[in-house]
């Protein structure tokens, strides 16, 4: 399910403290994760679990005596065929497209003892016929990531370090992400450390995201033009739920909206609360933004909740889920409070692949079901519904992108889209994807010059 897959990729909030195994259980082998850097591969020291080719590259010893002293090698290969009717709807004489989209990882996981591990990651990300690229569609052979973690365990807790070049992505991915929808993932100059003592966890980091350019190999960078901080605090609360709350800072020079351009400093409060229950599974979430962008006061906010029942003791596991989401737009131009929500580093995943949709002056209400017909293979279909919060702004697509000739004209009703997906895990290593929508436009995208569009993605992934 591709709920459950966002949850697992990006919530590592507890993971760490819940993967010791009891030390007198038998060694199991390891399997590639969605986060490359979290694999450990020491149970390899042991020669019967080496069952699979290229395991002499998963586990290289470092030392006769110490098992958690090793180097690991490791691919990633995506590939992905997109049909879509137009970015943007097809405003400004957008065209129809299909293309493919490719992207290679290799990385080196160096594990000098239990403590201390240098990763590194290089990626190559291309596109091939597509009409427009953009900064998430192709970044030639580059520095994906790079950093030195520490983790050391004490009687009251485990403290974890990282500096380097990382990823971050917490809870559902709804507002910061790794972005793993788009060719090119977002990753982080940082410098990160958390402290995890019975149910409580505390994090905090400094960092500025990279920028992509496919100039030419090597060329990503990032700078103090662009910086995200945060503190957050993680609780585990009536057994395996989850409560969090964070402040982040958000700083860009020369930021530009509809209704406002310069600094933008946005001091963002977050809080949510996620479980599972009796065949219950729940996720809310709820940010306020507040702030400025050049002589503009920021007055924003967002409401996220997805919900659902599996009816578990039913053939094909059938779960009946409901998303709501809403976000707010700027309601008065020209006055002094810029309304406009800024969803950050979003995930696409969180509401279609075609990207449709942006986390901005919307209102989303999705009702869908998923069925497992067997463990391997996952099928859901849902409709979307959407509006506008306010008919003052634009309508916008992923991530936060305007329609031009949307803001102020046309009524609040966005538009309603299908969406049908279907994900096989072939094994360990592989897995495919099919996704298809249909967005069926509203007024103000259709006095813009808009069209109804379709989308189809077929994808495969391997991780070795």
């Given amino acids: 399910m591709r709920w459950i897959a966002l949850a697992g ?21 390891p399997v590639p994760l969605f986060n490359r850097w979290q694999e450990n591969w020491a149970p390899l020291a042991d020669p ?26 490791g691919v990633n290969l995506r590939e992905r065929v997109e049909l879509n009717d137009a970015a943007g709807f097809g405003v400004n004489g957008g065209r129809g497209d299909s293309y493919l989209i490719q992207r290679l990882q290799v990385h080196a996981d160096l594990h000098f003892n239990e403590h201390w591990q240098l990763f590194t990651q290089l990626e190559d ?53 790794l972005r793993d929808g788009p060719n090119v993932r977002q990753a982080f100059d940082a410098a990160w450390a958390d402290w995890e003592t019975g149910r409580w966890r505390f994090i905090g980091f400094i960092s500025q995201p990279v920028q992509y350019a496919d100039g030419h190999p090597f060329d990503d960078s990032s700078n103090r033009h662009l910086r995200f901080s945060m503190l957050r605090v993680e609780r585990m609360v009536f057994g395996n739920q989850e409560l969090s709350a964070y402040y982040s800072l958000f700083a860009r020079d020369n930021a530009r909206y509809i209704d406002g351009s310069g600094r933008e400093l ?32 920021i007055r924003a906010w967002a409401i996220g909740t997805r919900a659902g029942y599996t009816f578990t003791s039913v053939g094909w596991r059938p779960r009946i889920g409901l998303q ?23 995930n696409g995943y969180y509401v279609t692949l075609a990207g449709y949709t942006g986390y901005t002056n919307f209102i989303h209400v999705k009702p869908s079901i ?57 094994n360990a290593n592989l897995a495919a994807a099919v996704e298809m929508v249909h967005f069926d ?17 077929v994808e495969l992934k391997y991780m070795w």
């Fill in 125 to 177: 990300a291309r596109d091939a016929n597509k009409r427009t690229t953009t900064p998430v569609d192709k970044n030639p052979l580059d520095l994906r990531l790079a950093f030195l973690a520490y983790t050391h365990t004490f009687d009251t807790g485990t403290f974890k370090a990282r500096v380097g070049r990382q990823e971050f992505a917490f809870d559902l991915q709804r507002f910061v992400s």
């Fill in 370 to 426: 998923t069925v497992k017909p067997s463990s391997r293979l996952t099928l859901m279909g849902a409709l979307g519904l959407q509006w506008r919060q306010t008919t003052a702004d634009a309508v916008y697509t992923q991530p936060n992108v305007a329609v031009p000739g949307t803001a102020g004209k046309g009524g609040r009703w966005t538009g309603i889209y299908g969406q049908l997906r279907a994900d096989y895990a072939v």
């Fill in 9 to 29: 990729a990006s919530v590592f909030l507890f993971a760490h403290a819940v993967r010791a195994q009891d030390a007198n259980a038998a060694p199991v082998r």
């Fill in 324 to 346: 709501v989401d809403a976000a707010s737009g700027d309601k008065h131009r020209g006055d002094n409070t810029l309304g406009t929500f800024n969803p950050l580093f979003p």
């Fill in 266 to 297: 946005r001091h963002v409060f977050d809080t949510r609360y996620a479980g599972a229950a009796r065949g219950f599974d729940w996720d809310l979430e709820a940010m306020a933004q507040r702030g400025s962008v050049g002589a503009k006061d």
């Fill in 441 to 457: 436009i509203g007024d103000a995208i259709r006095r813009a010059g808009g069209h109804s569009s379709d989308y189809l993605g």
């Fill in 48 to 73: 019967a679990l080496r069952t699979e080719p290229g395991d002499s590259l998963k586990y290289i010893a470092l030392s006769a005596s110490n098992p958690a002293s090793y180097l690991s090698l």
